[in-house]
């Protein structure tokens, strides 16, 4: 006998159907309760709420967020990253994470038949620690009535709106702490995701130049913002002089600043680039500036041989396939820099409010450091491979449920610390200095 089977969904029915009427009348015959009406069929979906759904959602989330994020091309976790990324609480309980750094040998050795015995040298190690906290955010539909008269899809809009908020959250954080900002409480929400560092001293320049290149106060750092909007606005406005004064003191520092290293992806195998086993030569060890747009515009005004035009004629490593060069304004003296619109700005009104200065008092409710009135500070950023450190407990997450039963809320959260690298000096809990961030501050001149 030849079986011919139906395969279309009415052949399914149908056999289905066929099945049921079988069991109806042989059930009584075994000891089981005949099926009342029709079959019941389980089709498996992700429910509103579902975890499963949850989870890819997240996922789609987070990468978005990453995507539309400043940073997300400088963050990794090898040493030569910018910001050097741990996922160590991904996996493991804990609210701290611990980076270290080490402390290159100084000492001379020995030569033609020396003897080490009694001449060692000391491993030394510096560690700082991270700690990690909570961030979230969500949103709910007013009610049935409203969705029926908008076409928002509030789970297809709501993903992108609340990718887009991971991007600034994660963004706004990693900016404020390279500049030594503070965690954004004003709302009154307990917000502690950045680990909060006002540069040391030796890391910071209250300066700059005129148009012509000639550093304002004979060269020599003002002591504070205040004394520096006290000065001649025109002798202290950013240009390349004084970006390659900060340049030397970032050499010159100790520990010295490690370059970032940039390869050349056009000289690398493509199938070796995404294995991630070969990423091509050197192409540049270079140091990243993220500068105000301002600034940007004071550096295009310089005259004589700091011309926008040198700059522009030394830009040869932008066309470059590194998309760490992607968007970057010049190349300068082995320094990449970014118009960066995040950076700190800061204007005097006469007061002592947050907006008018950036180093804040122990309760973060006044600046000691205020500007004078009408005078607008840029902080520019000199930063060099780890200048920060950035650790995941866990990556963004998408919740749903409901609110009086029927109205959708959806809810994303995270669990990260970020911070500028400052390690405690070897055996102590004594914080040394920014390791590898310099600041800039400099006056600007705002557009009319």
């Known amino acids: 006998m030849n079986w011919i089977f139906d395969f ?6 149908d056999r289905a159907l066929e099945r049921q009427a079988f069991h109806n009348k042989f059930a009584p015959m ?10 019941y069929f389980v089709d498996t979906s992700f429910a509103f709420a579902d975890p499963r759904a949850q989870t890819i959602w997240s996922q789609a989330v987070f990468v978005y967020g990453l995507q539309n994020m400043f940073f997300t091309q400088m963050m990794g976790k090898d040493k030569n990253s910018l910001i050097h990324v741990n996922t160590k609480l991904l996996t493991a309980k804990g609210g701290t994470i611990i980076f270290e750094g080490r402390d290159p040998m100084s000492g001379t050795g020995v030569g033609d038949d020396g003897n080490t015995t009694g001449n060692e040298e000391r491993i030394r190690r510096r560690n700082m620690s991270l700690a990690v906290h909570e961030r979230a955010h969500s949103y709910v539909s007013a009610g049935k009535m409203s969705e029926q008269l908008t076409a928002t899809d509030i789970r297809e809009d709501g993903k992108e709106d609340l990718g887009e908020w991971i991007a600034e959250a994660l963004e706004n954080d990693i900016a404020v702490a390279a500049y030594g900002g503070y965690n954004e409480n004003s709302s009154g929400a307990d917000i502690q995701t950045i680990t909060e560092s006002y540069p040391t001293s030796d890391r910071i320049y209250y300066g700059g130049q005129d148009a012509a290149g000639a550093l304002g106060n004979s060269g020599v750092s003002y002591a504070t913002d205040l004394l520096l909007t006290g000065g001649t606005k025109a002798n202290n406005l950013a240009g390349t002089v004084i ?5 030397r003191r970032c050499i010159a520092a100790r520990p010295k600043f490690r370059p970032v290293i940039i390869r050349n992806l056009s000289g690398a195998n493509p199938d070796d680039i995404r294995s991630g086993k070969f990423r091509g030569p050197v192409l540049a060890k270079i140091m990243i500036v993220l500068m105000d747009p301002l ?14 035009r040198a700059m522009v004629s030394a830009a040869q490593v932008r066309g470059n396939l590194n998309p ?21 700005r800061r204007t005097g009104a006469g007061g002592t409010t947050l907006s008018e200065g950036f180093l804040l008092n122990a309760g973060r409710t006044a600046t000691t450091d205020p500007l004078a009135t009408g005078r607008t500070v840029a902080r520019a950023l000199f930063m060099g491979a780890q200048a920060m450190v950035f650790g995941w407990a866990q990556k963004p997450g998408w919740s ?10 959806v809810k994303v959260d995270m669990m990260y610390g970020v911070g500028s690298t400052i390690f405690n000096a070897h055996g102590t809990s004594t914080p040394g200095s920014t390791e590898a961030i310099y600041c800039l501050d400099t006056e600007v001149i705002v557009d009319a």
């Open 324 to 344: 760490i060069f992607t968007g970057a304004e010049f190349y300068w003296d082995g320094m990449l820099i970014f118009e960066y619109d995040r950076v700190g």
């Open 295 to 308: 600034q940007i515009k004071a550096i295009k005004a310089e005259t004589g041989n700091n011309g926008y």
């Open 400 to 409: 749903e449920d409901f609110v009086d039963n029927n109205k959708p809320k």
């Open 30 to 39: 075994l000891g089981f309760m005949p099926l009342m009406g029709r079959m």
């Open 243 to 247: 970006m390659e004064s900060i340049k």
């Open 8 to 13: 279309s969904k009415q052949g399914t029915i």
